[in-house]
T-cell receptor, first 116, second 110 residues
């Protein structure tokens, strides 16, 4: 497995502001993903963070709202832009060690976001 | 059919009981499946991977039925510490990503 950390662990933000979440892995990984888990719901994939190129977004998620960076094989950021209360959620990064998007993923501890 | 569908739960069982969860999936071409465990306010953690007909790890057994497109998770001799939400995970045909079920909540009582 891998050791994954996220910062911040939680935040309370005002409507209209933006928050950048960091994900750090203790080893180089091919695949990194960003998920959202809304209260009482399961995980929804936001995007796959690609090293050296633009992220691949899932249906319903766009780059302007959730810009993602992946400057190297151990680090990625997700920004939640122009936040509204509907963005209140847990945001999780995950990594895949095998190089495929359909194999085992390991999750960071999550960032709990509340938007007022 | 939804891509991954689970028993809604909650399952409330006494310590020592055997409990089984079912999960159905829509992508008949899926080769790999997973059960994750998620404790309250924590991240999901891998419990078991299922690549063939099944997998067993101690008190936990996962079985795969490709003909009927379902996966089951059996927990024997339930412990209080087994209380958690169990997420069924399967690949999506078109995007090649994982889809997580909504989870089944298990509560083991003394």
């Amino acid at each position: 497995s891998a050791v994954i950390s996220q910062k911040p662990s939680r935040d309370i933000c005002q409507r209209g502001t933006s928050l950048t979440i960091q994900c750090q892995v203790d080893s180089q990984v091919t695949m990194m993903f960003w998920y959202r888990q809304q209260p009482g719901q399961s995980l929804t994939l936001i995007a796959t963070a690609n090293q050296g190129s633009e992220a691949t977004y899932e249906s319903g998620f766009v780059i302007d709202k959730f810009p993602i960076s992946r400057p190297n094989l151990t680090f990625s950021t997700l920004t939640v832009s122009n936040m509204s209360p509907e963005d209140s959620s847990i945001y999780l990064c995950s990594v895949g060690l095998s190089g495929t998007s359909t194999d085992t993923q390991y999750f960071g501890p999550g960032t709990r976001l509340t938007v007022l | 059919r939804k891509e991954v569908e689970q028993d809604p739960g909650p399952f409330n069982v006494p310590e020592g009981a055997t409990v089984a969860f079912n999960c159905t999936y829509s992508n008949s071409a899926s080769q790999s499946f997973f059960w994750y465990r998620q404790d309250c306010r924590k991240e999901p953690k891998l419990l078991m991977s299922v690549y063939s007909s099944g997998n067993e790890d101690g008190r936990f057994t996962a079985q795969l039925n490709r003909a009927s497109q379902y996966i089951s998770l059996l927990i024997r001799d339930s412990k209080l510490s087994d209380s958690a939400t169990y997420l069924c995970v399967a690949p999506v045909a078109s995007q090649g990503n994982l889809i997580f079920g909504k989870g089944t909540k298990l509560s083991v009582k003394p």
